[in-house]
């Protein structure tokens, strides 16, 4: 059978747009078969997969590769790329190194997420690769959310929302919010408040293996409280919803260079340790 490699595309973005005709060619010149489509029959027999954009289209096509297991070759054609192994300008080269089996694969804790109450029906499932997060949205208005940790009370979290982060996740909206950098391979999660109006709470590390359950007080009187998952999709909470995050079941697989650690992308991506 033909090696095959998905091939999958940011629509949105010109650069990834006129780069895929080259990418096409060049595979094909190796006798490597594209695959264009996330529901393609053959997918989970892919080599690996070539996401062209940013970090937001990593964790779209992650979620969506992540029950096949296939892993994922990031590369950036946006401003950050914190989750890309490589940029336009070193494609080649690391697809070179990639088909030659020379890369080595990094697996990921992932979020499985659920919203619950009366009035939905079934439950709403999601996977979050990054974080996820209950926010008051454009609203000005503070907002409590009562978290319990595996079912006993932690505490009330008063002003802008909390977030539930993975260690991958800790460099993005975490951290924004003061939350701490976390190596990747760890077996944890994060519980990061957004602008409390307390001094008392800060960021927790947690057990990967915990759950925790939020609640947002008088939701039916705040309609615009949202909840939403790597900043892609978003639902509106209602008065007795409850969302319930723990590790997921699988896990994001993302190609990578044997030679390149964390703190190497910390200080090129982040410029972390500057002067």
Known sequence: MARSVAVLVNPDKPEARKALPPLVDWLKKRKVEALFSLTHPRLSQSLFAIALGGDGTILRVAKKLAPAGVPILGVNLGRLGFLAETDQSNLYFTLEEALAGKLKVEERLMLAASISGEGRGRPLHFLAVNDCYIHAGASARVIEVETHLNGKYLAAYRGDGVIVSTPT????????????????????????????????????????????????????????????????????????????????????????????????ILRTKLRWGEK
């Open 169 to 264: 996740g800790s460099t993005g909206y975490s951290l924004a919010a003061q939350g701490p950098i976390v190596f990747p391979e760890l077996p944890v999660m994060l519980l990061t408040p957004i602008c409390p109006h307390t001094l008392t709470q800060r960021p927790l590390v947690i057990s990967g293996s915990d759950r925790v359950d939020l609640f947002v007080k008088d939701a039916s009187e705040r309609p615009h409280v949202l909840f939403s998952v790597d900043g892609q999709e978003n639902v509106r909470l209602k008065r007795g919803d409850r969302v319930s995050v723990s590790r997921a079941g699988r896990k994001v697989r993302l190609l990578v260079h044997p030679l390149r650690n964390y703190t190497q």
